[in-house]
């Protein structure tokens, strides 16, 4: 009964194996057309900015306006100076938790979707407010913007400053974040961008001469030549 040799496992290719193929990739490489690179970064760049403009949630951004005054015995000087002031503390809890009560939503929820800025040159503070729901981001940053009024008029007796609400904010009817087209548009140009750098980093084709010969094919030198050349003519004469 003849039995069948046991198979051995494979054994990985040997080093020239796989510098020939590496060599084989870049003679492939190097007879790609230039459109070709360009042409699959700009494909692909606008995939993947359209798959992150369609997965990205969309977003609205709604702003309100507080104006420091300066009250009796006070100065623009200083309403500018506290202005800077509550524009740190309006996005604190002490003024987060009196407005979640209001916009009803969680408190952690408010704190990360509301910014305070202010102007170095006008004494006036920003609430933005940002959520899913245009109605709600609009909520969002007038609570905050009344409950850093309530907060100031505290204190208004000692700063001699107060906040009056400038502009409330109203519900966006565009959203802030990038539609699936922009991002798409960009996708595609960072794509090319890149489809150019490899294009330009890619191996180049060997220039026609002596180093173009097969493998093997060694030239003659010169001065071989040169005294073959002259042992031809000695010869005739």
Same mark, same amino acid.
């Given at each position: 009964m003849s039995t069948s040799p046991a198979s051995t496992p494979? #054994?990985?290719a040997p080093a020239p194996? =796989? =510098?020939r193929a590496a060599l084989a990739r870049l003679a492939r490489l190097r007879t790609l057309p230039a459109w070709a690179l360009l042409g699959a970064g700009v494909l692909l760049g606008a995939g993947g900015g359209a798959a992150y403009g369609l997965a990205s949630p969309v977003t609205y951004s709604a702003t309100a306006y507080v104006l420091a005054v300066p009250g009796k015995g006070g100065?623009? +000087?200083s309403a500018l100076g506290f202005a800077q002031a509550y524009g740190r503390v309006a996005t604190?809890?002490?003024v987060l938790g009196d407005a979640q009560v209001e916009a009803r939503v969680p408190l952690a929820a408010l704190r990360s979707s509301v910014t305070a800025e202010t102007s170095p *040159? +006008?004494?006036m503070i920003a609430i933005g407010a940002r959520s899913g729901d245009p109605e709600q981001a609009a909520d969002n940053a007038n609570a905050v913007a009344r409950a850093l009024v309530t907060a100031a008029g505290h204190n208004a007796t000692d700063t001699r400053v107060s906040l009056v609400s400038f502009s409330r904010a109203l519900a966006p #009817? +565009?959203? +802030?974040s990038p539609s699936a087209l922009l991002t798409t548009g960009v996708g595609a140009c960072a794509g090319g961008l890149l489809g150019a750098l490899a294009l330009l980093a890619r191996p180049r084709r060997p220039l026609a001469g002596p180093a173009s010969l097969p493998a093997g094919a060694v030239p003659a030198p010169a001065e071989r030549k040169?005294? *073959?050349a002259s042992?031809?003519?000695?010869?005739a004469t």
């Open positions: 494979s #054994s990985p194996t =796989r =510098r100065d623009s +000087a604190q809890l002490g *040159d +006008a004494p #009817s +565009a959203p +802030a040169g005294a *073959d042992r031809t003519s000695e010869t």
